[in-house]
């Protein structure tokens, strides 16, 4: 009896921090008026019940530590109003002019995304409709969009595209973190943080190495870097040789 007891309280415990973590996130996130306002006036608006509140808090945060002039998020939604104010906290607070591009896949999502931006978040936030296109280094293969302009990225929220590739309809992974880190400039270090994929956390340590990635396990997210192209593992290096020379790590 008490060893049912504990192996049921064992499968519930995640469940139960998990909806702690919300109730904690939504009174911290409260605190913030101007960024809380602009959350539930668009999701009464779309309607969407977005990331949870949790993810939210900890977007912002990275954004607002790290400071990131670049930002490039995969998948439009309300983590597109967290970035978007974080930015515009940061250059009142810093004097740091920061800009998003947040890339979206799905024609009726980006033209209500577009539609409801704020206007004071305008000058920190581009959408962009993009289709995606399968890519791929060494063993790795993924999706991503196709129509990313070419910006110094330094911080990229991956929730999107589906990572579904559609040569043979398999889960791959979300690959534009990885062309980013692959095509940065001067060997210019990335950070990331993953919204529930899995495979994508995989490809990236499988690529830069395991200490790359950290996992919360019970919020379902990735954090992600600092990496750069150097740290491409000598297995991601030498399976391709013959990799187009953007790709190739120098020896």
């Avoid at 607070?93 to 704020?118: H, N, V």
């Avoid at 589906?162 to 534009?176: E, K, L, Q, T, V």
Wanted: hydrophobic share 35%; aromatic share 12%.
């Amino acid at each position: 009896m008490i060893g049912r007891s504990i192996k049921q309280l064992r499968r519930r415990l995640p469940r139960l921090i998990w909806q702690w973590r919300q109730r904690r996130a939504r009174r911290w996130l409260g605190r913030n008026r101007e960024l809380w306002s602009l959350l539930q006036n668009y999701l009464a608006a779309t309607r969407s019940t977005g990331c949870a509140y949790s993810d939210y808090r900890e977007l912002y945060t990275r954004v607002r530590r790290f400071r990131p002039r670049e930002i490039l998020e995969g998948g439009t939604g309300v983590s597109t109003i967290v970035l978007a104010q974080a930015l515009r906290e940061n250059e009142r607070d810093f004097g740091i002019k920061g800009r998003l591009t947040s890339m979206e896949e799905l024609p009726e999502f980006y033209e209500l995304a577009e539609k409801l931006l704020p206007p004071p978040l305008r000058p920190y936030a581009e959408i962009k409709f993009s289709p995606t296109v399968e890519a791929s280094y060494a063993f790795i293969r993924g999706m991503r969009y196709r129509d990313v302009p070419e910006r110094d990225y330094d911080f990229v929220f991956i929730d999107g595209p589906h990572p579904r590739a559609p040569s043979d309809g398999s889960i791959s992974c979300d690959f534009d973190f990885i062309y980013q880190v692959l095509r940065a400039k001067n060997n210019r270090p990335l950070r990331a943080m993953i919204d529930r994929r899995t495979t994508t956390g995989l490809a990236i340590q499988a690529l830069f190495g395991r200490d790359k990635v950290r996992y919360d396990y019970i919020g379902e997210l990735g954090f992600v870097g600092p990496c750069r192209r150097s740290d491409l593992t000598d297995a991601a290096v030498s399976y391709h040789p013959s990799a187009p020379r953007p790709f190739r790590r120098r020896r």
